[in-house]
């Protein structure tokens, strides 16, 4: 059932070195919300700790009623046959913030959810990692590059990981700084792959990554005119030398400091990270945390 995956050399595909998307978030903080160098992480959190430390009085019951409710729906009813439940719609319960953290609707609730997004997809892992994620029933965001669409074989990885249930977000055609190109460039950059998506899985997506975090005035008006959200990440450490490997990496992500309720966690599709998904979901369960539904965010 659980696959094990053996550590292979580290081998940044093209397209996205994640080291340069850590090196380039240090520089723009003027055009992103909370995106910092990997050095500047610890510092973020505490800030964003202050911002969202208010709602630690436990309330689990919120979140017990949820559970059953999904159940309920996944039981009772027989489902026009063989539609999976991940069609249904069902109530938003957490807002995106401004902080890209998620944070529930209902004021007071306690927030003990996490988000998990993996970026530069589909490269060579995103299928076994949504697969993965599938079977430890954990949702995700998936952000895929146009350049990873090209051909039918990345069409049916797309096609698939989105019948799987995972949220599929636009992370640019070809994942420029979007401060280095034009206005029309960034237009084409985005809504280019949005006509992409929808015309592989007949959904436009709902959220939008820029490459190494760097959001632009163009990309934020692009965003807001194609009915987007726009997110970056709370904490993420498989871009940097220290943890491309399973074992660090799968401790880091969920001993961090940064870790709390609402985080938005990074991840790429690495041979790594895929490798350390399994014991990344279960540590954060261990901990408390749930893993947001990507459908309960409005
Ligand atoms: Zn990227």
Redo the contacts with the bound molecule.
């Keep these: 059932m659980k696959k094990r995956w053996m550590l292979s050399a580290v081998i940044l595909a093209a ?2 070195s ?1 080291d340069n ?1 850590g090196a380039a978030e240090a520089e723009n903080n003027v055009h992103t919300n909370t995106e910092t160098a990997p050095d500047e992480n610890n510092s973020a959190a505490e800030e964003l700790n202050e911002t969202n430390d208010a709602e630690d009085n436990s309330e689990e019951e919120e979140l017990e009623i949820e559970d059953e409710e999904e159940n309920e729906e996944g039981k009772d009813e027989e489902e026009s046959d063989g539609e999976e439940d991940m069609e249904e719609p069902e109530t938003p319960a957490y807002s995106l913030q401004g902080d890209s953290s998620i944070a529930p609707l209902e004021e007071g609730a306690e927030n003990n959810a996490v988000l998990l997004t993996i ?2 997809a589909p490269d060579q892992h995103a299928v076994e990692m949504a697969e993965t994620l599938a079977e430890l029933d954990a949702g995700a965001i998936f ?1 895929v ?1 146009g350049h990873f669409l090209e051909g039918e074989e990345k069409e049916e990885m797309l096609q698939h990981i989105h019948e799987l249930g995972f949220e599929i977000g636009n ?1 640019t055609m070809t ?1 420029p700084n979007l401060r280095d190109v034009t206005e029309g460039e960034t237009e084409e950059e985005i809504i280019a792959l949005n006509d992409r998506i929808e015309e592989i899985i007949g959904e436009r997506p709902r959220f939008f ?1 820029a ?2 975090g760097v959001n632009t005035d163009k990309s934020e008006e692009v965003v807001e005119t194609e009915g987007m959200q726009s997110m970056n990440w709370t904490y993420g450490y498989d871009f940097e030398a220290d943890y491309m490997e399973a074992e660090a990496l799968e401790e880091i992500m969920v001993e961090t400091e940064l870790l709390r309720g609402g985080a938005n966690l990074l991840m ?1 599709d690495r041979s790594f990270t895929l490798e350390a998904l399994p014991g990344i979901v279960e540590g954060l369960r261990e901990k408390g945390y749930e893993i947001v539904d990507v459908r309960d965010i409005e």
């Design positions: 397209g996205c994640a998307e970026d530069d952000f590059n992370h994942h990554r490459p190494f790429h």
